[in-house]
């Protein structure tokens, strides 16, 4: 009985050190990291100096040339959109004040 428990505290301490020894080489210490620069990444320095020649309309965001664009922003500065309705106005100016009633006395409940 005495050899069969030597015995088995011998096995199983061999198990566990191949268990260990496995499990330290199959995991690298340092996971190796993808690169995340690419040799055909445009460096900052020369975007900044790039002639940018589209642009979106902000209107309606389709595309335009940079004469369209120019064009439009000319446009917009001479007449610009038109307002909003007075009654529309007067309700913003409502939910803006109780926006603000709200955040100083939030159990107002309004």
């Known amino acids: 009985m005495k050899w069969s428990k030597k015995l088995l505290w011998i096995i199983l301490s061999i198990l566990t050190s191949v268990i260990i020894i496995l499990v330290a080489n199959g995991v690298p210490a ?48 001479t007449s610009p959109a038109p307002g909003l309705n007075s009654a529309i106005q007067d309700q913003i100016f409502v939910l803006r004040i109780r926006k603000a009633i709200l955040q100083l006395f939030p159990f107002l409940g309004i």
Do not use: H, M
């Open 30 to 77: 340092v996971v190796p990291q993808p690169n995340l620069t690419t040799t055909a990444e445009i460096p900052e320095e020369i975007l900044r100096t790039e002639i940018i020649l589209t642009a979106r309309s902000p209107i309606n965001g389709q595309p335009l040339t940079a004469t369209e664009y120019t064009q439009l922003q000319k446009q917009l500065q």
